[in-house]
């Protein structure tokens, strides 16, 4: 992908975006975890948790870049992509469990390293997809994402609360990701790759069935949560 093209920026977007969406969770428990800090240990453990988390994310993304060399797991990677899409949905407005709070330093940077590691897989899968090869594009999604989850919970969930349909289009994004590296997959390149009618159908029929599939999913699990709410506050 040539540097500055207007595929590069397009992608650049969508990787900002997914960082956007992404980061609520992360950022949440990383805001946690050193509330019960002093002011000054608290500053201290969010600047050292930062070092950690960006030590901690580049080993995972350069990871990722590398495994998705390997033929067969872009495949896989676009499949797992699309489930993390819809549980974004599916699990919109989910629980409060965001962990315990750290007492001490150390306890607090273990915590903000810890879920940065464990909640970060989604956030590198999808930077790692949408940037498609791009080890420029990597690092620019890695960097912009550090802070996002770090620093940005109240941002990010005033806007999300705001405008709530970030979230679909952040799912959205995220599916036509997946779909992008499905296609992308060299094992499917007699699919996908020809030129003619029905390869180019092949390529946008499986945009729009991975777009239209995972916001149709994630609306039919929003409703039946919807239903299983009202039902248990009527028991």
Not at 198 to 212: D, E, I, K, L
């Amino acid at each position: 992908m040539e540097f500055m093209s207007t595929a590069w920026w397009s992608a650049l977007l969508a990787i900002i975006l997914i960082d956007l969406v992404l980061a609520g969770d992360n950022a949440i428990v990383i805001a946690l975890a050193a509330r019960n800090l002093p002011p000054h240990l608290k500053n201290k453990a969010i600047v050292w948790g930062t070092v950690g988390a960006i030590a901690v994310r580049s080993v995972m993304t350069l990871g990722v870049v590398w495994l998705l060399k390997v033929p067969g797991l872009m495949a896989v990677g676009g499949l797992g992509l699309l489930w993390v899409a819809y549980k974004l949905l599916a699990d919109d407005g989910g629980g409060d469990e965001h962990g315990p709070a750290a007492t001490t330093f150390w306890g607090a940077m273990k915590t903000i390293i810890v879920a940065d590691a464990l909640m970060g897989v989604d956030n590198v899968l999808g930077v790692a997809g949408a940037a498609h090869g791009s080890m420029d594009l990597v690092v620019i999604g890695l960097l912009i994402s550090v802070p996002i989850v770090v620093f940005g919970s109240k941002v990010v969930l005033t806007l999300v609360e705001r405008f709530p349909v970030i979230i679909q289009l952040g799912s959205a994004v995220l599916a036509f990701t997946a779909a992008k590296m499905i296609i992308g997959e060299p094992l499917l390149d007699g699919v996908f790759d020809p030129q003619g009618a029905v390869h180019t159908a092949a390529r946008w029929g499986t945009y729009a069935a991975c777009v239209a599939g995972v916001l149709a999913a994630g609306w039919l699990a929003g409703r039946s949560a919807a239903r299983r709410s009202a039902a248990a506050d009527a028991a």
